[in-house]
């Protein structure tokens, strides 16, 4: 048995949650997700938590237990409360525009960088637009948007300039040393 796995979830108010067979319902303030759960995983819906199980423990099955029961609650607090990261442009010059559903990026490059923002997630630009706040109901959608705008111009090493996330450490290297003369 995974220790995880064996931890109920805690259902806050305002989320209902139903299962249909294999499709696993979440429906809270922040939005609606489904997941299909595996046949092999047995879920107790009570009033206020779920326990999520294995309906036969085998050295096979016991790898999904603590996967789906972290997924489901993920789920639950993603549409109760959201999952938020944080991104800082760091250089002179760099900042970040919103408009409409498309994230417009000027970091250092001859031409505008624009992405557009994937539907459920909601972008937000503060400080003087060098702060980026990512925001979201699916916890793996709104990291892999904040990864992809990093990518953008990730920071590089020597002087630290670039997007990174806002408690990111980037270790600096030292430049060239002076010639001796």
């Known amino acids: ?30 939005g609606a997700m489904d997941l299909r759960v595996m046949p092999i995983i047995q879920l107790d819906i009570q009033d206020e938590q779920i326990i999520v199980s294995l309906k036969e423990v085998k050295s096979t099955n016991r790898k999904w237990h603590g996967l789906f029961r972290a ?47 994937p539907e459920g997630i909601e972008v937000k630009a503060e400080k003087k637009n060098t702060v980026l706040i990512v925001c979201g109901a699916d916890k793996q959608r709104v990291g892999q948007f904040a990864a992809d705008i990093r990518a953008v111009r990730p920071p590089e090493p020597y002087k630290g300039k670039g997007i990174r996330y806002e408690n990111e450490y980037v270790r600096k290297k030292a430049g060239k040393a002076a010639a001796k003369g």
Not at 6 to 27: A, N, T, Y
Not at 78 to 102: D, H, M, W
């Open 1 to 30: 048995m995974s220790r995880k796995g064996k931890l109920p979830i805690p259902l806050p108010k305002g989320v209902e949650v139903k299962q249909d067979g294999i499709v696993l319902s979440v429906k809270g303030p922040k």
């Open 71 to 117: 997924l489901i609650a993920n789920m639950v607090h993603g549409t109760s409360q959201g999952f938020e990261k944080r991104l800082v442009l760091i250089g002179t010059g760099y900042r970040a525009n919103v408009q409409g559903n498309i994230l417009d990026l000027q970091v250092g490059y001859s031409h505008p960088t624009q992405l557009n923002i």
